[in-house]
């Protein structure tokens, strides 16, 4: 009897753990169930906003191909958008919104609207990839602030929706009406060949269009760097072709590096300093603004200044053409022998009868075309434009060209010249900027953007000042036909070396560093190894007196994304 009793007890307490049990199944039985439908409502949550996603920066792609394709007027030669400019852009820009077509159907029932203070204009939803989501996009663009000197006209801001399910997501960037300046995105830019020097540092990638492959573009030695990349119009293979390479290269074309990651060269290496990498088959960029004669027009810095006679007043000389008369001259050679200039380097060098000014402070003048003047310890201010004869030098007629050298002087404002239309023979010593000794560059003139705007002139900075400092800064762009830098000098903006010298089968380079003999230059002196570092400065406006067109560019770092 007791048997059954204790055997029934153990019965009962098992059907109550099962049930127990079973609870606890059915219960995370639910949760899962519930989980999963939640998981699955996440991802189709997480599905939808991706899509909401990229129809937003689908329709940012499109908003910037709007832009692209927007009729902005005809080039310019003014440093800056003017306000008629800007307001013709944008009503283009509302324009083209009527005509353009997005994923096969044309835009239509935009939304203009003045809001007081700027206009805004806004599309339909327009159908992404049949995926059932959309997107809208929004340009807006406010009025100038008659209380500060920003142009806020010229900024035009983007926004891009997209939906899915309800979901939405937005996009936003903006893009400023501005000339195009894509020739200041490299540190160095021309059309010639370049030699790399010395302890030279370029902060930002260099390009060269010189297209003759059975001579080197470039040279560059162990001590110097850039820090951006090297660009050519040469392909690879043309270039092995004649038997020289820029840099090492494995069996299968691809740079060679060591166990430490450090870049392989060897002595045949034309490239033997520190670089980023060498992109070969670039465009040729015959179409970049500042690298053909057509695209110049200095004549506004000319007639600002006026063809008056310069008044004096005792060392001050302003507002006017450089008196010449009565003034003493100084007879120098170009080429001239090392460490002199009274003696020619060789019986072709030419024969220059230079006006002799001194310890003169100028601002605002002209130098005519033959004066081919020697300033020493001159200070210039504001603008001084070199005049020449407009179709070219010609070596027998003095007149027709400057050949102008400046010892020991301070440049406070900008140089600009004429624009020599071709390279006659003997170009390169007849329209010459020739700075020798303790040049000081700080520009504080109102023409921050060039130090130097001398298309198809021969540009030598000598020796600048011995130790860097403040004092020795050349800010915004350096413009010759052919630029040579030496010496101590901090450049914060582009070296263009404009001149088309393909012609030539040597000399004309671009030396950067130490002069070497490249068949353009004066000589190597003492004094020419220095410390030079460049620094380009893509937001810097293009220099007035380069024409190019003007665009809708997208400004980097302001694209945001918003839920």
């Not at 013709?88 to 935009?110: D, E, F, K, P």
């Not at 170009?427 to 003139?445: D, I, R, V």
């Not at 860097?468 to 052919?482: D, F, H, K, M, Y």
Request: aromatic residues 8%.
């Amino acid at each position: 009897m007791k048997r059954n009793q204790k055997k029934g007890k153990h019965s009962g307490i098992a059907m109550i753990a099962a049930l127990v049990f079973i609870a606890l199944f059915s219960a995370f039985s639910v949760g899962m169930l519930s989980m999963a439908s939640a998981n699955l409502q996440v991802s189709n949550n997480h599905h939808k906003a991706n899509m909401a996603l990229n129809a937003a920066l689908s329709g940012l792609e499109c908003a910037r191909y709007i832009a692209a394709t927007t009729n902005t007027g005809l080039p310019t030669h003014i440093n800056y958008v003017t306000d008629s400019q800007a307001d013709a852009i944008w009503n283009n820009l509302c324009s083209r919104l009527q005509a353009v077509q997005l994923g096969g159907l044309t835009v239509s029932g935009q939304t203009r609207m003045d809001t007081g203070d700027g206009d805004i204009i806004v599309t339909q939803f327009v159908p992404y990839q049949n995926t059932g989501a959309s997107f809208q996009v929004c340009f807006y663009r406010y009025d100038d602030d008659p209380d500060t000197t920003e142009r806020e006209n010229l900024i035009v801001y983007i926004d891009s929706s997209g939906q899915d399910g309800g979901l939405n997501r937005t996009v936003q960037m903006n893009m400023k009406i501005q000339k195009d300046a894509q020739v200041l995105n490299y540190a160095l830019a021309g059309r010639g060949r370049m030699w790399l020097t010395g302890d030279t540092t370029i902060y930002g990638d260099i390009y060269s269009s010189w297209d003759r492959a059975d001579i080197s573009p470039f040279n560059m030695t162990s001590d110097s760097r850039v820090e951006g990349t090297i660009n050519t119009v040469l392909a690879l293979e043309d270039i092995l072709d004649n038997n020289y390479q820029l840099e090492t290269l494995d069996e299968n074309g691809n740079p060679m590096f060591d166990e430490d990651g450090n870049r392989i060269v060897s002595t045949d290496d034309e490239i033997q300093g520190y670089h980023e990498g060498i992109n070969y088959e670039q465009p040729d960029r015959d179409d970049l603004p500042g690298l053909s004669i057509s695209d110049y027009n200095t004549s506004d810095y000319k007639n600002m200044i006026g063809s008056d006679w310069a008044a004096i007043n005792g060392s001050q000389i302003s507002g006017g053409v450089l008196p010449t008369s009565g003034v003493s001259t100084t007879t120098e050679y170009f080429p001239h022998a090392a460490g002199s200039y009274n003696t020619p380097k060789s019986s072709s060098s030419l024969t220059l009868n230079r006006k002799t000014y001194e310890s003169k402070t100028l601002s605002n003048v002209v130098i005519p075309s033959g004066a081919n003047a020697l300033f020493r310890n001159c200070t210039f201010e504001d603008v001084l434009y070199v005049d020449c004869r407009d179709s070219g030098p010609s070596m027998y007629y003095s007149s027709t060209y400057n050949n102008i050298r400046f010892e020991n002087c301070t440049f406070n404002g900008t140089i600009v010249t004429n624009t020599p239309q071709a390279l006659n023979s003997g170009w390169w010593m007849c329209n010459q900027l020739y700075f020798t000794g303790e040049a000081t560059f700080h520009n504080t003139s109102t023409y921050q953007e060039a130090t130097i705007l001398a298309p198809h002139f021969n540009v030598d900075i000598g020796n600048t000042n011995p130790n860097q400092s403040e004092n020795n800064v050349l800010t915004g762009a350096i413009v010759g036909g052919i630029v040579d830098i030496r010496g101590n000098a901090q450049i914060y903006g582009t070296i263009i070396s404009m001149a088309d010298t393909t012609i030539y089968s040597s000399g004309y380079v671009t030396n950067i560093g130490v002069t070497l003999e490249d068949g353009g230059s004066e000589t190597t002196e003492a004094g020419d190894i220095g410390v030079i570092e460049i620094t380009p400065n893509e937001e810097q406006m293009l220099p007035g007196g380069i024409t190019s067109p003007i665009l809708l560019k997208p400004l980097k770092y302001t694209y945001v994304e918003k839920i």
